[in-house]
Structure formats: C-alpha cells, structure tokens
C-alpha cells in the first residue's frame, strides 16, 4: 500500500495534527510519503522523517506560498499521477478540508472525512466515522483509488519513531484557473500560551461560569497550570468566549494530559470532543451531572468558590 500524507505547515512548523495522522499512516505499514508545498520549504520537509515518512516529496513555488487550495491540488495530483499513491490522507483543517475535495473532484476519487480512525483489513483500508451525533462509529471503505480520507484533527498523536526522510523535489504546472484567486490580506488573532490542539492542559469553562466576566477565572487556573482555554458551544453561542476555542462535535477535538471541566454538564456533543483526554476533572454543582459518569476526579461544588482557590494552590506550589 502507497500512501501520501498531505503534510500542511505554518510558518516553520509541520502541523502537529498532520505529524499525528503521518505516525497513523506508518503503523498501517506499506511505503509512507509525505508531501510539503509552498516556499522554501525544503528544510521543513525532513522534519516529518522521525514521524513515519520514508520520502518526503516537496514542490516549492511561489503560487504555493499562500496557503490557497487550488494550486495544492493541482500539485497533488500531478504527484498521485508519478508515484501511483493508492491511499492520500489529510488531517482536518480548513485548507485541508478544501484541498481534499478538490482533489477528489480533479481524480474522481472517493474522499471519506471526519474519520477519527483507520484500520488495514484484507490488504485494503477501512475508516472508523462518528455518526448520529458521534454516539456511534461507523466502518467506511472505498470503491476505488486513491482512497482520499480527511482526518479528525487531535485524532492521532504523533509519535516519533526516529526514522529519517528521503527528501525529493518535484514539479508541477498550474491551471489557469488555479492561480486566479489570491490572497489580499492575512490577519492573526492574538493569543498568548499553547492553543488547544496542542495543550498538555485544557481548562474548559461552561455555562456553568454565569457569565462571560467568570471566564477570567478559568483564564487564571489555565495561566497557573501553563495550558490553553476551552469552551462549550453554549458559551460560544452566546458569545461568551470565542468559537476558535469550542470543543466538541462542531468544534475541536482535544487530548490533552489534563482537561478541568469547570461548570460543563458533558453532553455527548461536547463528551465526543474532549473524551481522549487523558485525566479528566470536572467540578460541578450538580452530583447528577452526566459528565462526572466519564471523570476521573469529580468535584461537586461552586466554580466560582472552587476554581479561584485552585488556581492559588498551582500558583503556590509552582511558585508564581
Ligand atoms: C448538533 C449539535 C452539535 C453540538 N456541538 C457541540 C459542541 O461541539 N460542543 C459542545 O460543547 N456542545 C455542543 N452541542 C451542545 C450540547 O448539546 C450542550 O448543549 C452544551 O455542551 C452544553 O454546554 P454547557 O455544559 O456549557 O451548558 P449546560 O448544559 O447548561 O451546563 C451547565 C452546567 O453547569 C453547572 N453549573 C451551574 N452553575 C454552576 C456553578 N456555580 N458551579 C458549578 N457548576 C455549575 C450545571 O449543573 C450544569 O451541569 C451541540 C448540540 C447539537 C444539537
């Protein structure tokens, strides 16, 4: 089995999300590539060789600098077409998700996506997707190849193995179409410490906190403990705290080492996003409330009599 993974980066980083499903993509076993487009991006490209890729193809041009779809697609497929790649696997993200189906489209290739698993069965490949509303996990295939597959980010870890890439260079010609969009203006949200994807420590605020003001309370115990911040939809649609920061079916998927719940009842939909976590704490009024069924550690009590208190004790014993 050839696969090729769709290596996305930023800046001088090879995405975490994409490493994961690399790593994913080297256990199944069969030759693994991973392909790296943009410019100057040759040096980035031998980075993905610890994580599972024995070649890793780059093709730099300045129509890839910007991270636009259409001229991705066009450089994939010109790849799929040299190396006879049978499986091509991205991890979610906004400019994967739009180079994905654009490359179905261009091969007239099948593209599973939200798949939050894969499996080798009978020398072929099988996907696990979440379906009705994530409280089951369907088996899902492909008729044909190249099976094209979008990955649920924060699906897989990545996992270093120590291997090191062949890197190879390729070219490709664009469409005219391909090079008529550009990119007029980027804008960055300002954000300080880890972002969820790549946490260690979430602490994740619900409605729970009454009020938007009470989400610096949350803040603070994710300042002490070095992590990131979180969210619920509830809060997110009432425009407590912003979407970027949603956890769950319509929002991210997290795993970090830690995930304080503070004021969240865990519905199933918020339970599918954060239930790879590795220890789980919530704290919550309610001694009924569902999420406590999967915590490790439950705290029945008052957030806003709870949570500050936390944050004294980590900062104690940290010494900040
Ligand atoms: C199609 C669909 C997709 C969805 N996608 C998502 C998603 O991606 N992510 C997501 O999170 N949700 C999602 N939801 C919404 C989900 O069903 C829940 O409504 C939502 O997760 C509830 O958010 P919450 O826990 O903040 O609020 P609530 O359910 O209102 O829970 C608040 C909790 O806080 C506790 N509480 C109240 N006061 C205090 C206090 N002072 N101290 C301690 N505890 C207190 C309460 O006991 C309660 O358990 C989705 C729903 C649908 C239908």
């Known amino acids: 089995m ?67 779809p259409q001229p991705r697609i066009d450089a994939l497929a010109t790849l799929v077409g040299e190396t006879g790649a049978e499986t091509v696997l991205f991890a979610g993200s906004v400019l994967a998700a739009d180079v994905a189906a654009g490359l179905a489209a261009r091969l007239d290739a099948g593209l599973n996506w939200d798949l939050v698993d894969l499996e080798a069965r009978d020398g072929g490949l099988v996907g696990k997707r979440p379906a009705l509303q994530d409280s089951v996990l369907v088996d899902v295939g492909w008729t044909s190849t190249p099976r094209l597959a979008l990955i649920r980010s924060g699906s897989f870890e990545p996992q270093e193995t120590g291997g090191t890439a062949d890197v190879r260079s390729f070219e490709t010609s664009f469409e005219d179409f391909s090079t008529a969009a550009t990119m007029v203006e980027r804008a960055h949200e300002e954000s300080s410490g880890p972002s969820i994807e790549d946490a260690d420590v979430i602490v994740a605020g619900g409605r729970g906190l ?19 911040v979180a969210a619920t939809r509830a809060v997110v649609d009432a425009g407590w705290y912003p979407y970027a920061a949603q956890v769950g079916q319509t929002g991210k998927t997290v795993a970090p080492k830690l995930y304080v719940a503070c004021g969240i009842s865990g519905a199933i939909q918020h339970k599918v996003g954060m239930q790879g976590s590795g220890t789980i704490v919530a704290i919550n009024k309610d001694p009924n409330a569902p999420i406590f069924e999967y915590s490790d550690l439950a705290v029945v009590g008052d957030v806003h009599e709870i949570v500050p208190k936390l944050t004294e004790l980590v900062s104690e014993k940290r010494g900040s």
């Open 210 to 228: 009454g009020g938007p003001e009470n989400f610096a309370l949350v803040e603070d115990l994710a300042k002490a403990l070095g992590g990131a």
């Open 2 to 68: 050839a696969t090729l993974v769709f290596l996305e980066h930023h800046g001088d980083e090879l995405q975490k999300g994409a490493l994961g499903v690399l790593a994913k993509a080297a256990q199944l076993g069969g030759d693994v590539a991973g392909v790296v487009l943009g410019a100057g991006v040759a040096e980035l490209a031998a980075k993905a060789g610890p994580f599972g890729a024995s070649v890793v193809h780059v093709c730099e041009d300045a129509a890839l600098e910007a991270p636009l």
